[in-house]
């Protein structure tokens, strides 16, 4: 009996052991189940992962930026805000967003700007030493379709005659966002807008001997021959009538167009598809067509508008047009919208010599960017450039690329917004008046537009509209060039158009001995 009883004393004694090695176990394994939780909502709680940290990554010789020192801010939101019972169409009252400054203190340095941005010192260079007055901007008014004032941070517009299609609206519409993105920040200004093709302010008309500073006019383009003061156009926010998306959408899917194809695998020709009745320039490019008697190399298709529009666009969309190894652009009544749309597909752009320029395209260098066409010869000049390309297509493929480059980086929504800031601002400095509201000007906002807006015009509005302020700066503004600089850059862009006119003599002069 003693030795049963200590036989199961033993058992107990194991098993009360194992017991309770059992429940440390467990308690363990409780309290490194919840320590992993811990541990794995504190990365969370700064928006990092463990597996995103530490699979694939590359460290570099800088320290990794703690999440916990300055957690992420949360955007303020600038709701768009059409309610019901808003009748009375006004601006809400809560339409401006607080002050910025607070968060500006710890905001990143702000970046460059792109060097395009130095064209805004060029185009304001007229009114440099004598500045704007109220009566220059007035002077302007035959000209424009619409004024414009700020004041307080407050749009204001002055309707004087409605432009063609929806180009003033959406120019207003896009001014109405670069407030929402940088609230607060805008000066006080007083502006007149002309929605026409064409710049229309001729320089000679105003010699610098003459006291007199030409009106200052904002537009979309100029030329050599004008002081027009060059802003970006409207279809940056959609072109409605036309289906034309904005332009953030919109060189998205231009990106995703240029990855179904490669360049090797495109139409080893040029193309071109507008609308040719607008210019004697654009009938004759017709001519360069295909035909039974001769091949330049080209397919030119004429755009008729009004059958598009029965067709619902589906003819027309500019990212299924990237299966093209090169493109044509040509200039409308004055420069087109066109360009950037061409210059996005990976192509190579075969840019007809143009007269006019919108805000971006002077820093375009041929054979950099694009391949110049001769006004003049036409057929024979983009037959050249088909078969150059087609017999070097390594460097037609970078110059391809690096339009697409320029246009999808340098050419970003918040490049636009800030080179509307920089402009608008740099043009503020120079009134020499305060602005006040003119008599017959409307307060304008961003529901009053929207709101009541339909189809596609309001579809594209909500699409592009600004929800939140931007966390950074402005990019900063490069100088302006000095004289030397700015004679080099315009010489060394003649040079290189007469180098490839000289490799087109020599080609067609070798055809003709040949023949």
């Given at each position: 009996m003693r030795d049963s009883a200590a036989l199961l004393q033993g058992i107990l004694q194991r098993r009360c052991l194992s017991y309770l090695a059992t429940l440390f176990l467990f308690i363990l394994c409780i309290a490194a189940f919840f320590s992993a939780r811990l541990l794995?909502?504190?990365?969370?709680?700064?928006?990092?992962?463990?597996?995103?940290?530490?699979?694939?990554v590359t460290f570099s010789k800088y320290p990794l930026h703690d999440p916990w020192t300055k957690p992420r801010r949360n955007p303020i939101e600038i709701p768009l805000t059409c309610a019901v019972t808003n009748n009375t169409r006004t601006c809400p009252t809560t339409y401006h967003p607080p002050s910025l400054s607070a968060r500006d203190e710890d905001a990143a340095a702000p970046e460059a700007c792109p060097d395009?941005?130095?064209?805004?010192?060029?185009?304001?260079s007229p009114w440099r030493e004598t500045g704007i007055s109220l009566d220059m901007v007035e002077a302007a008014k035959r000209r424009a379709d619409f004024r414009l004032v700020i004041v307080n941070g407050t749009v204001y517009v002055e309707t004087y005659r409605r432009s063609f299609q929806t180009r003033d609206v959406f120019t207003q519409w896009g001014i109405l966002q670069l407030l929402r993105r940088y609230p607060g920040k805008l000066p006080d200004l007083d502006l007149v807008f002309s929605c026409a093709d064409r710049?229309?302010?001729?320089?000679?008309?105003?010699?610098?001997?003459?006291?007199?500073?030409?009106?200052?006019l904002f537009g979309y383009d100029g030329d050599d021959s004008t002081v027009d003061i060059v802003f970006p156009d409207w279809s940056f926010w959609g072109?409605?009538?036309?289906?034309?998306?904005?332009?953030?959408?919109?060189?998205?899917?231009?990106?995703?167009?240029?990855?179904?194809?490669?360049?090797?695998?495109?139409?080893?020709?040029?193309?071109?598809?507008?609308?040719?009745?607008?210019?004697?320039?654009?009938?004759?490019?017709?001519?360069?067509?295909?035909?039974?008697?001769?091949?330049?190399?080209?397919?030119?298709?004429?755009?008729?508008?009004?059958?598009?529009?029965?067709?619902?666009?589906?003819?027309?969309?500019?990212?299924?047009?990237?299966?093209?190894?090169?493109?044509?652009?040509?200039e409308g009544i004055g420069w087109s919208v066109s360009e950037k749309y061409i210059l996005a597909c990976d192509s190579v752009s075969l840019v007809v010599r143009p007269r006019y320029y919108d805000f971006f395209t002077r820093s375009l260098i041929p054979l950099q960017h694009y391949w110049p066409i001769r006004e003049n010869d036409k057929c024979r000049s983009i037959k050249y450039a088909v078969h150059w390309g087609n017999t070097h297509q390594e460097e037609a493929q970078a110059i391809g690329k690096a339009a697409s480059h320029f246009v999808q980086e340098e050419l970003q929504m918040k490049y636009v917004?800030?080179?509307?800031?920089?402009?608008?601002?740099?043009?503020?400095?120079?009134?020499?008046?305060?602005?006040?509201?003119?008599?017959?000007?409307?307060?304008?906002?961003?529901?009053?537009?929207?709101?009541?807006?339909?189809?596609?015009?309001?579809?594209y509005m909500v699409d592009s509209v600004v929800t939140s302020p931007s966390e950074a700066a402005p990019c900063t503004m490069p100088p302006p060039y000095d004289p030397p600089s700015l004679h080099s850059i315009l010489e060394r862009k003649e040079d290189l158009i007469k180098q490839v006119e000289t490799w087109e003599k020599q080609y067609w002069d070798t055809q003709t001995n040949h023949n």
């Open positions: 794995d909502f504190r990365w969370n709680a700064g928006n990092y992962s463990r597996k995103s940290i530490f699979s694939g395009y941005f130095r064209w805004i010192h060029e185009d304001l710049p229309g302010i001729v320089k000679e008309c105003y010699p610098k001997s003459n006291a007199t500073a030409p009106p200052p072109w409605p009538e036309i289906v034309i998306k904005p332009w953030k959408q919109l060189s998205e899917e231009l990106k995703e167009g240029n990855r179904r194809m490669r360049w090797v695998d495109r139409e080893a020709h040029a193309y071109w598809k507008g609308n040719a009745r607008l210019t004697a320039s654009r009938r004759d490019l017709l001519n360069c067509h295909v035909s039974g008697k001769q091949d330049w190399n080209a397919r030119i298709y004429y755009q008729d508008w009004h059958r598009e529009q029965r067709q619902g666009f589906k003819n027309s969309n500019l990212a299924g047009q990237c299966i093209h190894r090169f493109k044509i652009y040509i917004y800030d080179y509307m800031f920089h402009l608008l601002t740099e043009y503020a400095k120079l009134l020499k008046y305060k602005p006040s509201v003119p008599p017959k000007a409307i307060e304008l906002c961003s529901e009053l537009m929207a709101c009541p807006a339909d189809g596609l015009v309001k579809k």
